[in-house]
């Protein structure tokens, strides 16, 4: 090829990206249940992605939920129907399951049998046998589930993964990871109500990101404290064995300041994230690894809203692309969350 001919194409590439985008399918999709906590923040980002996505209406069994959801803007302009009737639609490719803890696992299965794609938002239902027989038969099906776990889509945590993936640590030697909020008293009565509490409802998150980046581990030790005067533990703690030692988790639901890190150490060096919901990175290395000198660098990888990142890869998925979490891994995290948050 010559650099005429090669000039030539590259003038042209920004018009090819925007044909192919042309070309692209939007795919119409429903949500099933606005009782999670992530409902409307994922409507959101759903209706941000015209042109991937239709987003055609919602369903919701609840009276009071509906009535609440429908006083909101954030669902203006949805038809609100059954569960049965958006499932019995061959137009709707796939459905969000925003649901209670309860419902999540049946109504997900549910849709996959209508042969809908689902994206179930965390932690997946609390059953656990029911939760795995529901991931395999998607698969068994053809059908996706993608799991809401938001941290996967960071672009720091993507570095992270490259990092750990690709050795420039050397060999892991230690690993800890928290989230916290300060929960006021309405959310203290619900994470109560839940079995596992806070760890379950929020350190699921952690438990994705661990399994991704160790794998599985051996054991499970579980512990929490109570630091109100109600019966919430409300500060959960995991360690997580494996070969190397523990990797240790933490959900702090009396944490004024509402921190969320990470930092893994190797014989390499470290990496840590100050934020795992921000853009920033320390890499620390004995010796050069990957693109990246000896001592420290500060990188600030650049990314989207919270919930972007999983809805273009559900549609890219809807698209054929790979798959990067399959069943066997939302399987093994479903039962390290369950263990970390105490439950047997």
């Not at 350190?203 to 661990?210: E, F, N, P, Q, R």
Request: hydrophobic residues 45%; glycine residues 10%; charged residues 25%.
């Amino acid at each position: 090829m010559d650099r005429r001919h090669f000039v030539g194409l590259l003038a042209l590439a920004p018009w090819a990206r925007a044909a192919d985008v042309a070309r692209r399918p939007r795919h119409r999709v429903a949500m099933l249940g606005v009782a999670h906590a992530h409902a409307a923040g994922k409507l959101a980002a759903l209706r941000a992605l015209p042109e991937r996505f239709e987003v055609v209406g919602v369903a919701e069994a609840d009276p009071a939920r509906r009535a609440a959801a429908q006083r909101s803007r954030t669902y203006d302009g949805l038809a609100w129907r059954t569960e049965a009737e958006w499932l019995a639609d061959p137009t709707i490719a796939a459905v969000a399951v925003e649901t209670t803890w309860a419902d999540a696992t049946p109504v997900a299965l549910r849709a996959l049998r209508a042969g809908k794609h689902v994206h179930l938002d965390k932690p997946g239902g609390l059953d656990h046998e029911a939760f795995a027989a529901m991931r395999r038969e998607a698969e068994q099906r053809r059908r996706h589930v993608q799991m809401g776990y938001m941290l996967r889509h960071n672009p720091g945590l993507r570095l992270v993964r490259e990092a750990v993936a690709a050795g420039w640590l050397g060999k892991i030697t230690g690993y800890d990871a928290g989230m916290g909020k300060q929960a006021d008293a309405g959310l203290r009565r619900m994470l109560l109500a839940h079995p596992g509490h806070g760890m379950m409802e929020l350190g699921c998150h952690l438990a994705d990101l661990t399994v991704t980046l160790l794998g599985v581990p051996n054991a499970v030790r579980a512990e929490a404290e109570r630091t109100g005067t109600d019966d919430l533990p409300d500060r959960q703690r995991a360690a997580l064995r494996y070969a190397w030692g523990e990797a240790t988790l933490s959900c702090d639901h009396a944490d004024a300041t509402a921190r969320r890190w990470l930092t893994i150490t190797g014989t390499g060096g470290t990496i840590r994230v100050p934020s795992l919901e921000g853009n920033v990175v320390h890499l620390e290395l004995t010796t050069a690894a990957g693109p990246y000198p000896r001592g420290t660098t500060v990188l600030r990888p650049t990314g989207e809203g919270r919930y972007a990142g999983e809805f273009r890869e559900l549609a890219d998925l809807l698209e054929g692309a790979p798959v990067r979490w399959d069943a066997a891994h939302d399987i093994a995290v479903h039962a390290v969350a369950r263990r970390a948050a105490g439950l047997a």
